[in-house]
């Protein structure tokens, strides 16, 4: 399997994710500044609602599974649904212990392999997950704002002199165009092709590293291109549109922890406002630097949510709200990795039919 998959370099990251989301965590203990306020908290937690959280947080492997699903029987004779619900777990577990989320898609690659489906085949499946999930956050939240939803938050936060709602609308706009770009690319890859190689033989009088980089893009979509034909059908496009739909399940754990954390808290909030403030979350943390966003997240999440969390309850809040995101499905995962460690790991080469 790729080096970043090995166990030595999972089990790093894991310990950098425990060491960095400590550090942040021992800053959000130090924002709540009250030590007794936090062990005064524990008794406001609400059981049922944490245990909702478990619930919730199992999204990561059936919605991030049955998207796979959906996607991989245009391209392969009767998948396994289960099979592919933990190669989605999995796929969810290497993006929290990798930079970036870099191992994301090389475990769910990898995962898939494990149930007898084809490298090229798992790739091309994965790529229009990650389609699915860009569509989906491109159309939901204009679509949310259209209707007048998180009007409320016009008049909250202060960053830079941005309200939260219009950082959400940056955010929004952000995965406005990669949607574009990616579609663009399915529809018309040759006409995107040809864009890419001109800029690069323009940049290349200047820059020849630049013009290299963007000859490896071009290439990128050529690649893409050819692995994707399968789905340029109606039969394809209707499989990507499920996949789309299902991605807001499939992502159920981020885009709801917060409203399930605040009432484990004992927190009452609008469930719009609440979703949309999430939403701005993940979309911020989606390409953070560390593993798993550690550190950022815990920062970050105290600061957006203060509109409705005290600063009392900030730590204990901070605590449910990473388990859902994060740390059940890092615990599951590590079991199931064991596993597969204990049983042997596979290789997997890339070009194999």
């Not at 577990?93 to 870099?102: D, E, F, I, M, N």
């Not at 085949?121 to 007048?148: E, H, K, N, R």
């Not at 959400?168 to 864009?195: D, N, Q, W, Y």
């Amino acid at each position: 399997m790729p080096r970043l998959l090995t166990p030595t370099a999972l089990r790093r990251g894991f310990e950098l994710f425990v060491v960095i989301s400590l550090a942040g965590y021992i800053g959000v203990f130090v924002y709540g500044n009250d030590a007794s306020g936090f062990i005064a908290s524990l008794a406001r937690i609400q059981w049922g609602w944490v245990a909702a959280g478990l619930v919730l947080a199992s999204m990561d492997w059936i919605g991030g599974g049955a998207r796979l699903w959906i996607l991989a029987r245009e391209v392969h004779p009767r998948p396994s649904f289960w099979g592919l619900v933990l190669a989605g777990g999995m796929g969810a577990w290497g993006s929290y212990v990798t930079p970036l989320q870099a191992g994301s898609s090389p475990m769910q690659v990898y995962g898939m392999r494990r149930t007898g489906i084809p490298v090229p085949i798992a790739m091309t499946t994965v790529l229009m997950s990650f389609i699915a999930t860009i569509i989906f956050f491109a159309i939901c939240g204009p679509v949310a704002l259209l209707f007048g939803a998180g009007e409320s938050l016009g008049t909250r936060g202060d960053v830079l002199g941005l309200s939260l709602l219009d950082l959400f609308k940056g955010s929004m706009g952000v995965f406005g165009i990669l949607g574009v770009l990616l579609i663009t690319v399915m529809i018309a890859p040759k006409l995107v092709s040809r864009l890419v190689h001109r800029i690069a033989v323009s940049l290349g009088r200047r820059n020849a590293r630049i013009a290299e980089r963007l000859e490896a893009v071009q290439r990128g979509i050529d690649q893409a291109h050819a692995s994707l034909r399968r789905f340029n059908s109606p039969r394809g496009w209707l499989a990507l549109l499920w996949a789309t739909i299902i991605s807001g399940p499939s992502h159920a754990n981020k885009l709801l922890a917060g409203y399930v954390a605040l009432r484990a808290v004992g927190i009452e909030a609008n469930f719009v406002d609440v979703l949309l403030l999430q939403t701005l979350i993940t979309f911020l943390l989606y390409f953070a630097p560390t593993p798993g966003a550690s550190g950022i997240a815990e920062i970050l999440s105290a600061a957006v949510m203060s509109v409705y969390v005290p600063r009392t309850l900030a730590p204990l809040y901070t605590i449910i709200w990473r388990s859902i995101l994060s740390w059940f499905t890092i615990v599951a995962g590590f079991v199931v990795f064991s596993s597969w460690v204990r049983r042997g790991l596979k290789a997997v080469e890339v070009g194999e039919a």
